[in-house]
């Protein structure tokens, strides 16, 4: 059974602070991970990652991925209170049913 | 304007109830799902479609179908809502050479009492 485990599950820190968010993962004919951000409601998309060592940055934020060890970080730096939200891990799989496979999350809570 | 949306935004009902919600997308993709959302259980698939004429079960179908009436609706129906129904719901779109990576719309909390 294909399985995306997150750590932690929830975090608080002050403004200013880097976190690193963990998400490892067990599923049958890997092909991508993403990340995704979750506010109020709906998950907005961050990254794509589909080989290892490949760092992706967009501003504060950035990951990278690790196909041998099967696991993923997102790293936030220099954070701000708007980072506030959950961080969501999914793993596509690439057979014949079209399943994503979603880690329940980090809540990252940024206080000022 | 919301490239995907959802209507109802909130509804409560009670069990033995049909309910169905509504998903619109203007992004122009093939792909549609639908997702349950609960605490500690993350996102699950109940169902998907590639175009209008392609439905498929996802991993928590049942209790639930769906109608793809355009290349751009893709209704969820819960034929005789129950209480662990209550939950929220997501629509998601996505193109056929990028599937995976899916644009989400903004959820509808439904409530079953």
């Known amino acids: 059974e294909d399985k995306v485990v997150q750590s932690p599950l929830s975090l608080v820190v002050h403004e200013g602070d880097t976190v690193t968010l963990n998400c490892s993962y067990e599923?049958?004919?890997?092909?991508?991970l993403l990340w995704y951000k979750q506010e109020k409601k709906a998950p907005t998309f961050l990254f794509m990652l589909t080989s290892s060592g490949i760092e992706k940055k967009s501003g504060r934020l950035s990951s990278i991925l690790d196909k041998k060890e099967l696991f993923s970080i997102l790293n936030i730096t220099a954070t701000q209170t708007g980072d506030s939200a959950v961080y969501l891990c999914a793993v596509p799989n690439s057979g014949g049913y079209q399943k994503v496979t979603f880690g329940t999350g980090t809540k990252l809570q940024v206080i000022p | 304007d919301a490239d995907v949306t959802q209507t109802p935004r909130n509804r409560i009902t009670k069990t033995g109830k049909r309910i169905m919600l509504e998903c619109s997308q203007t992004k122009g993709h093939d792909r549609m799902y639908w997702y349950r959302q609960d605490p500690g259980l993350g996102l699950r698939l109940i169902y998907y479609?590639?175009?209008?004429?392609?439905?498929n079960k996802g991993e928590i179908s049942d209790g639930y179908s769906v109608s793809r009436q355009a290349q751009a609706k893709f209704s969820l129906s819960l034929e005789s809502a129950i209480p662990n129904q209550t939950a929220l719901y997501f629509c998601a779109t996505s193109v056929a050479h990028r599937g995976d990576t899916q644009y989400f719309g903004p959820g509808t909390r439904l409530t079953v009492l």
């Open positions: 479609s590639f175009d209008v004429k392609d439905i």
């Open positions: 599923v049958t004919n890997f092909r991508s």
